[in-house]
Nanobody
């Protein structure tokens, strides 16, 4: 039903910035809660940030508060993750997800993108 495609990952130096995008197709984007998750090698998938359909509620993980900002443009069917002051610990594959409910739990999301690699060098 819903297809998600991430873009914007890459290799940056510590302290640098990246803006990830997730383009959705299928379904009605404006009704979905969206989330960003990340997974580093050998580690479990970790919640990063999420956003409700209208964009007014944006919970995020403590590890990224003050550095990462999630937003959405319902007219473009796109959710963004603006990342600043990146740290080597942020290195991971970042995936976006869509679901019926706003949640910090990955199990509550029904659709997932393939992910985009973010690598932060020290």
């Amino acid at each position: 039903q819903v297809q998600l495609v991430e873009s914007g990952g890459g290799l940056v130096q510590a302290g640098g910035s990246l803006r990830l995008s997730c383009l959705a197709s299928g379904g009605t984007f404006s009704t979905y809660a969206m989330g960003w998750f990340r997974q580093a090698p050998g580690k479990e998938r970790e919640f990063v940030a999420s956003i409700n359909p209208s964009g007014g509620h944006t919970p995020s993980a403590d590890s990224v508060k003050g550095r990462f900002t999630i937003s959405r443009d319902n007219g473009k069917n796109t959710v963004y993750l603006q990342m600043v002051n990146l740290k080597p610990e942020d290195t991971a594959v970042y995936s976006c997800a869509a679901g019926e409910y706003l949640s910090v739990n990955s199990k509550n999301y029904n659709y997932w993108g393939q992910g985009t690699q973010v690598t932060v060098s020290s």
